[in-house]
């Protein structure tokens, strides 16, 4: 069987470093291993604009801004499909006919959606768009035939339900659809990075993400106050690790080359934990070693922005060609749904020669 990725974002913002670590980063490592026969990232403008219904204008804007990051982090529209979400009406269909597999009480129970409704103030006036969309991203997923979706831990609870319309699918009309597995980011601190503040989320509102398209000084003057130990005053103190975000970046981020090139007092990242834990290590200077490693991680990325940002319409281009292509893939599996649920009239010969035989005996 072939061995096919696909995953996306909503774009309801750009990306951030959270993003990076949590996803984008190990794409473009599945991308470059060349061990997958097909990979669609997708834009997942429709998705966003089940919370967004009043506010087009942002997804708009956003869309090309994704794009951009997507590009700007190594994905090659040579080798990853990009696409557009709601160019492929296809997956509308889809998920029109999966709807009538899924109840009410199934999606009340994600934990994803719960979550999401709560944050919103959603409860007495949940969008039914908004309610159905863990249905919608079962259409993404399945529509690509995808054996493997890579996203962050929050994602779990789509892939476990899509996982369950592909059997009941399949239990109901016959072989059909694949069962995706889930790719998770392998180490604790990738999986939920926080933000700069410490808290448990990065998100746009709060201010305390750290965007891949930053600026140096943007991103030198947020990891200079981020949040770390607040018992840490003198730098003799003994630090804490647990719930200090300059830490838990450098989990994420650090590499054992980084210590010989930015901070040769220190053979690995264990030792200057353990000095810090001690006392007499003082934040500002592990501070400025999280600011060098991200820095050296982060400007390959923003120079390749800087270059796709001087061919917008090139942008534009590769997002259509990416949608032309994963709508010829969609358009065989919505075939092959309409075959497996007895609604292809048209080109079933059998069908036709039954119902004459009916009728001129
Ligand atoms: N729900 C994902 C997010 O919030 C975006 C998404 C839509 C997606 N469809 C998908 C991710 C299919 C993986 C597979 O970022």
Do not use: W
Request: charged share 30%.
């Amino acid at each position: 069987m072939s061995k096919i990725i696909l995953t996306g974002d909503r774009p309801t913002g750009r990306l951030h470093v959270g993003h990076y670590v949590g996803s984008l980063r190990r794409r473009v490592e599945l991308q470059n291993s060349g061990e997958f026969d097909k990979i669609f990232i997708m834009i997942a403008d429709a998705q966003a604009l089940t919370d967004n219904a009043d506010n087009p204008e942002k997804i708009r804007q956003n869309v090309v801004e994704v794009a951009l990051d997507y590009l700007s982090v190594g994905l090659d529209p040579e080798k990853s499909n990009l696409f557009v979400q709601s160019q492929i009406s296809e997956l509308t269909e889809l998920t029109f006919f999966y709807s009538n597999l899924v109840t009410v009480s199934r999606l009340q129970r994600n934990p994803t959606v719960k979550a999401e409704i709560q944050m919103r103030n959603f409860e007495a006036s949940i969008p039914v768009g908004f309610f159905t969309y863990p249905i919608s991203q079962a259409a993404d997923i399945t529509a690509f035939k995808a054996t493997t979706v890579p996203v962050g831990e929050d994602q779990m609870p789509m892939i476990e339900q899509t996982r369950e319309i592909v059997r009941k699918f399949n239990s109901v009309y016959g072989e059909t659809l694949v069962e995706p597995d889930i790719l998770l980011p392998d180490n604790q601190a990738c999986m939920r990075l926080p933000g700069t503040d410490g808290k448990a989320k990065m998100s746009k509102s709060l201010g305390n993400c750290i965007y891949l398209s930053d600026t140096e000084e943007d991103v030198r003057a947020k990891v200079m106050s981020m949040y770390t130990d607040p018992d840490h005053i003198k730098i003799t103190d003994p630090g804490k690790l647990e719930g200090n975000t300059v830490f838990t970046y450098l989990d994420a981020f650090s590499k054992p080359e980084h210590f010989p090139e930015f901070l040769p007092d220190y053979n690995n990242l264990d030792e200057l934990k353990e000095h810090y834990q001690r006392g007499g290590l003082g934040d500002v200077k592990v501070k400025k070693f999280l600011n060098n490693v991200l820095q050296s991680e982060l400007a390959p990325i923003r120079a390749r922005r800087a270059e796709f940002e001087k061919d917008i319409p090139e942008v534009y281009n590769i997002l259509k060609k990416g949608s032309d292509a994963a709508r010829e893939v969609a358009a065989e599996t919505l075939a092959d749904v309409k075959r497996a649920m007895k609604i292809n009239y048209f080109e079933d010969m059998a069908l036709i020669k039954e119902q004459s035989e009916k009728y001129s005996r």
